[in-house]
């Protein structure tokens, strides 16, 4: 299947840069190809830039960076429209949201009004601006970060922007043996500020992305999946362990992820495997804990595996 070409290529190409982080990368690459965005969380120095980087690079898209600070304001996000003396008339300056790839540094270090800026054009694909709606690239994706042990000078992100998220992706530490692998890397030469020196073959185009989702688009679900899907959802708004369960947009992310990973797995069909790898990362931000059970030591992944032990399987 063209998808797993694809997909196989740029993991492949992406190896070059990224050490002992193939499932976030994997994670990011389903949503790319879901036409998703993604939450990265992780403490600094864990790759999550590079990743960023990365990708855009491999998509022969262009990339643009936003650091989130208390003082930043909508229009630093979204543009604004300059008056020219010299021409009497109002010139629209673009923000640096009109890209293909954005990452959002440090999100939740701006305040509610400057992350909401951003609501609009996830959901949408455009930001209005005095009034001008006007269309933003495609593709366009965006990789926000946060750092999960700061919370001095932070500002939680509020629940409709976190569903705007296809996935929140937990960034760890990679393993002792990845470690060596990448101090070995930079003391041959390499050096995360300079991808144009490394060999990777940027082949994959809009286009080819757009390709990509057509034939994602064809990937058959059988009613049984719909039903689990749903039925996870229905469990996790009835969970003794829960504030609040998944939304109508949580089942919906689950269903287009895993059609992505099917897919990138070189099958036209879902099968509950595919599901079940994907639970988390689209459930752990939509819901919240009752603080019973975080007392108790549980997260948010734990919770819906608990979830899952307890729906029936479709044969």
């Known amino acids: 299947m063209f998808v797993q070409d694809i997909a196989t290529h740029i993991r492949t190409e992406a190896a070059k840069v990224l050490v002992g982080q193939e499932e976030p990368f994997t994670q990011v690459l389903i949503a790319l190809f879901s036409g ?41 996000v979204v543009g604004t429209q300059i008056f020219e003396l010299g021409t009497g008339q109002f010139r629209l300056h673009q923000g640096p949201i009109f890209t293909s790839v954005l990452l959002g540094d440090e999100i939740n270090r701006a305040p509610a009004k400057t992350q909401s800026a951003l609501l609009e054009a996830m959901e949408e694909r455009q930001v209005t601006i005095e009034g001008q709606r006007m269309p933003l690239p495609e593709p366009f994706f965006v990789l926000a970060t946060q750092n999960p042990i700061e919370y001095e000078g932070t500002y939680p992100l509020p629940e409709a922007q976190l569903d705007r998220f296809l996935f929140k992706v937990l960034v760890d530490y990679a393993p002792q043996a990845a470690e060596i692998e990448v101090l ?13 020196r490394v060999d990777l073959q940027r082949t994959v185009t809009a286009q080819t992305l757009a390709e990509c989702q057509n034939e994602i688009r064809e990937v058959q679900v059988d009613e049984g999946i719909f ?32 059609k992505s ?43 819906m595996s608990r979830i899952l032990a307890k729906v029936e399987v479709p044969r």
């Open 227 to 258: 039903k689990y899907i749903t039925d996870i959802a229905q469990a996790s708004r009835k969970s003794l362990d829960l504030l609040l369960g998944g939304s109508p947009r949580a089942s919906i992310s689950l269903l287009l992820a895993a």
């Open 184 to 196: 070995r890397r930079y003391h041959h030469g390499f050096d995360a500020r300079h991808l144009e």
């Open 36 to 76: 998703g965005h993604v939450l990265l969380e992780g403490v600094p120095g864990t790759a999550k830039t590079l990743m960023a980087k990365t990708l855009a690079a491999l998509t022969q898209t262009e990339f643009k960076r936003i650091q989130f600070t208390a003082d930043l304001m909508p229009s630093d």
């Open 261 to 303: 990973w099917a897919a990138m797995q070189g099958r036209a069909f879902v099968v509950p495997d595919d599901v079940k790898f994907l639970v988390r990362p689209v459930y752990r931000h939509r819901i919240i804990l009752k603080p019973e059970a975080e007392i108790e030591g549980l997260n948010a992944d734990t919770a």
